[in-house]
């Protein structure tokens, strides 16, 4: 869907400070040498610095609310609760919102899982808005639920409950997710290529997951 736009593939599918997607070279922020900037849109980040450099997390849910819910004609509450589970994981709000340092401190000695996981869920977290654009937002909703859940347990990891059981929840859990990309390709919301590109990833991450089990280390 975007080898035609972003070639070099080094590209987030969502800016990384207020979450609308990057649908387009025009959307990409400016480095300081007037380069694309593939983290961010030009709306937060231009000439190699943020526009609104001391605008809060909250302040960036609150606007990108509106501007999503004007975007897809949601209501407001709808948009908000949307992008008040995207904004906390984005790379400029990881370490305010905690998410980032929970995760890392679980995964630290791991970093292929905590690496892959995070290329999953954001290129995933790209697709939950997608389809929310199509107007289906219950389905869209269930594999935002997917993803979380998934978040959650991998934050929780430790090596008490990498048991057998605990794994297979994970591993439930992303057949699961691979179920929901599928049905999306079958109504049309994802072409054949994206969803074996994410299909692909999910299964190498499984491989990396089963390692990690395998050998019991954290």
């Known amino acids: 869907m975007f080898d035609d736009i972003f070639m070099d593939n080094d590209w987030n599918p969502l800016c990384q400070s207020c979450s609308l997607p990057l649908v387009h ?23 190699g610095k943020f526009t609104s450099e001391n605008i809060t997390m909250q302040e960036i849910i609150k606007s990108s609310s509106l501007i999503f819910s004007v975007m897809k004609d949601y209501p407001y509450t709808k948009a908000e609760m949307i992008v008040s589970m995207l904004v906390p994981r984005l790379k400029r709000w990881r370490d305010i919102s905690g998410y980032d340092k929970r ?23 790209y ?17 935002s639920i997917t993803i979380n859940e998934i978040s ?23 057949d699961s997710m691979q179920v929901l990309f599928n049905l999306s390709m079958d109504k049309g ?24 089990f395998r050998n019991k280390t954290i």
């Open 25 to 47: 070279k025009d959307f990409c922020g400016t480095n300081l040498d007037n380069t694309l900037n593939h983290d961010y849109c030009r709306l937060c980040y231009l000439n």
């Open 127 to 143: 697709f939950v808005i997608h389809i929310a654009g199509k107007g289906d937002f219950l389905f869209s909703r269930r594999l």
């Open 189 to 212: 919301y994802i072409f054949e290529k994206e969803f074996r590109e994410i299909f692909d990833e999910i299964n190498n991450f499984k491989k990396i997951l089963s390692d990690l």
């Open 103 to 125: 995760l890392k401190n679980q995964l630290k000695s791991e970093s292929r899982l905590y690496v892959k996981w995070f290329a999953i869920e954001e290129r995933s977290l």
């Open 152 to 174: 959650e347990k991998l934050i929780n990891i430790d090596e008490k409950n990498i048991s057998a059981f605990y794994f297979k929840e994970i591993n439930d859990l992303l």
